[in-house]
């Protein structure tokens, strides 16, 4: 593997990492906000969500929390814009794609 790879391969590992840190803090954010406690975040795949859509711009998480004792579950679809995580998805179709949040309260 060629040097100039290498090290493509790991700026786009970094992004990535700071990109998922980014979504994370907002999640945490947005959640105690609410009120809430985030317990828990994972990646899911589209099919194991409530949206009905998404596309290689987005990136969807289960959320788990709590608030007043009581155990919820929440989704967000991020984008994936490092430098504005809250930016239009750039390769939406009248704003289907954007950020969105759903709670199950």
């Given at each position: 593997m060629s040097v100039s790879l290498t090290?493509?391969?790991?700026?786009?590992?970094?992004?990535q990492n700071n990109l998922n840190a980014k979504h994370k803090l907002e999640i945490a954010r947005v959640i105690s906000?609410?009120?809430?406690?985030?317990?828990?975040i994972e990646k899911?795949?589209?099919?194991?969500?409530?949206?009905?859509e998404a596309n290689r711009s987005n990136v969807i998480y289960k959320v788990y929390?709590?608030?007043?004792?009581?155990?919820y579950?929440?989704?967000y679809r991020g984008v994936n814009v490092p430098s504005?995580?809250?930016a239009k998805?750039?390769?939406a179709?009248?704003?289907?794609f954007n950020e969105k949040w759903i709670f199950d309260e």
């Open positions: 090290i493509v391969l790991i700026i786009l590992l970094i992004g906000e609410k009120g809430g406690h985030v317990e828990k899911v795949s589209l099919g194991s969500s409530p949206f009905a929390y709590t608030k007043n004792e009581k155990e579950v929440a989704w504005n995580i809250h998805n750039p390769t179709l009248e704003d289907r």
